[in-house]
Protein backbone atom coordinates (compact mmCIF):
# COMPACT_ATOMS: atom_id res chain seq x y z
CA UNK A 1 0.00 0.00 0.00
CA UNK A 2 1.23 3.28 -1.01
CA UNK A 3 0.23 7.06 0.77
CA UNK A 4 1.15 10.21 -1.05
CA UNK A 5 1.28 13.47 1.15
CA UNK A 6 3.26 16.71 0.88
CA UNK A 7 0.56 18.42 -1.56
CA UNK A 8 -0.60 21.82 -1.15
CA UNK A 9 -1.22 25.49 -2.58
CA UNK A 10 2.05 27.03 -2.95
CA UNK A 11 2.96 30.74 -5.16
CA UNK A 12 4.94 30.02 -8.81
CA UNK A 13 8.41 29.73 -7.87
CA UNK A 14 7.49 28.28 -4.89
CA UNK A 15 9.01 24.49 -3.52
CA UNK A 16 7.43 21.73 -1.86
CA UNK A 17 8.16 17.64 -0.85
CA UNK A 18 5.95 15.07 -1.29
CA UNK A 19 5.90 11.72 0.18
CA UNK A 20 5.13 8.48 -0.78
CA UNK A 21 5.41 6.04 2.17
CA UNK A 22 4.43 2.18 1.28
CA UNK A 23 3.36 -0.68 4.09
CA UNK A 24 4.87 -4.10 3.82
CA UNK A 25 8.28 -5.89 4.04
CA UNK A 26 9.09 -5.89 -0.20
CA UNK A 27 9.51 -1.84 -0.42
CA UNK A 28 13.00 -2.54 -1.53
CA UNK A 29 11.74 -4.74 -4.34
CA UNK A 30 10.20 -1.95 -6.30
CA UNK A 31 11.35 0.64 -8.45
CA UNK A 32 9.30 3.78 -7.28
CA UNK A 33 7.75 6.52 -9.39
CA UNK A 34 5.90 9.78 -9.77
CA UNK A 35 3.20 10.30 -11.92
CA UNK A 36 0.82 13.67 -12.42
CA UNK A 37 -2.40 14.50 -13.89
CA UNK A 38 -3.72 17.22 -14.59
CA UNK A 39 -7.19 18.34 -15.22
CA UNK A 40 -8.70 17.34 -18.45
CA UNK A 41 -4.97 15.49 -19.03
CA UNK A 42 -3.57 12.29 -19.59
CA UNK A 43 -1.56 10.74 -16.43
CA UNK A 44 2.03 11.52 -17.59
CA UNK A 45 5.48 10.44 -15.89
CA UNK A 46 7.54 12.78 -13.46
CA UNK A 47 10.16 10.74 -11.55
CA UNK A 48 11.76 7.76 -10.90
CA UNK A 49 14.29 5.79 -8.74
CA UNK A 50 15.81 2.54 -8.89
CA UNK A 51 15.34 0.23 -6.17
CA UNK A 52 18.54 1.19 -4.34
CA UNK A 53 17.97 4.53 -4.51
CA UNK A 54 21.20 4.79 -7.03
CA UNK A 55 19.99 5.78 -10.26
CA UNK A 56 17.14 8.04 -11.21
CA UNK A 57 15.63 9.65 -14.01
CA UNK A 58 13.18 12.73 -14.85
CA UNK A 59 10.74 14.12 -17.28
CA UNK A 60 12.21 16.67 -19.00
CA UNK A 61 9.30 19.15 -17.70
CA UNK A 62 10.96 18.69 -14.06
CA UNK A 63 13.94 17.90 -14.76
CA UNK A 64 16.77 20.42 -13.03
CA UNK A 65 13.80 21.57 -10.62
CA UNK A 66 12.86 18.42 -8.81
CA UNK A 67 15.04 15.64 -7.05
CA UNK A 68 14.00 12.44 -6.34
CA UNK A 69 14.78 9.98 -3.18
CA UNK A 70 14.45 7.34 -1.24
CA UNK A 71 14.73 6.11 2.32
CA UNK A 72 14.81 1.95 2.07
CA UNK A 73 14.86 2.19 6.09
CA UNK A 74 11.80 4.59 6.41
CA UNK A 75 10.15 2.69 3.41
CA UNK A 76 9.37 6.19 2.00
CA UNK A 77 10.16 7.56 -1.82
CA UNK A 78 10.66 11.74 -1.64
CA UNK A 79 10.04 14.15 -5.04
CA UNK A 80 11.37 17.56 -3.81
CA UNK A 81 10.23 20.00 -6.05
CA UNK A 82 11.45 23.45 -6.61
CA UNK A 83 10.93 26.58 -8.98
CA UNK A 84 7.39 25.56 -9.34
CA UNK A 85 5.49 26.69 -11.93
CA UNK A 86 1.53 26.97 -12.50
CA UNK A 87 1.63 24.05 -15.15
CA UNK A 88 3.67 21.82 -12.17
CA UNK A 89 -0.45 22.40 -11.35
CA UNK A 90 -2.28 18.28 -11.08
CA UNK A 91 -2.81 15.32 -8.52
CA UNK A 92 0.67 13.83 -8.35
CA UNK A 93 0.53 9.84 -8.15
CA UNK A 94 3.21 7.30 -6.49
CA UNK A 95 3.36 4.06 -7.95
CA UNK A 96 5.57 1.07 -7.56
CA UNK A 97 6.77 -1.07 -9.72
CA UNK A 98 9.86 -1.96 -12.82
CA UNK A 99 11.65 1.03 -13.78
CA UNK A 100 10.22 2.48 -17.03
CA UNK A 101 8.39 5.74 -18.10
CA UNK A 102 5.07 4.30 -18.98
CA UNK A 103 1.85 3.56 -16.38
CA UNK A 104 1.87 -0.02 -17.49
CA UNK A 105 5.55 -0.46 -15.78
CA UNK A 106 3.71 0.28 -12.06
CA UNK A 107 1.73 -2.38 -10.29
CA UNK A 108 0.50 -0.99 -7.14
CA UNK A 109 -0.40 2.63 -6.66
CA UNK A 110 -1.13 5.84 -4.23
CA UNK A 111 -4.56 7.61 -4.02
CA UNK A 112 -2.45 10.67 -5.13
CA UNK A 113 -2.47 14.19 -3.60
CA UNK A 114 -2.90 17.60 -4.92
CA UNK A 115 -0.25 20.10 -5.99
CA UNK A 116 -1.88 23.87 -6.44
CA UNK A 117 0.64 26.16 -7.87
CA UNK A 118 -0.55 29.85 -8.33
CA UNK A 119 0.96 32.37 -10.60
Known amino acids: QLQASGGGLVQAGGSLRLSCAAS????????IGWFRQAPGKEREFVAR????????YYSDSVKGRSTISRDNVKNTVYLQMNSLKPEDTAVYYC??????????????WGQGTQVTVSS
Open 24 to 31: GRTFNNFA
Open 95 to 108: AAGVPGSAIKDYYY
Open 49 to 56: ISRSGSLS
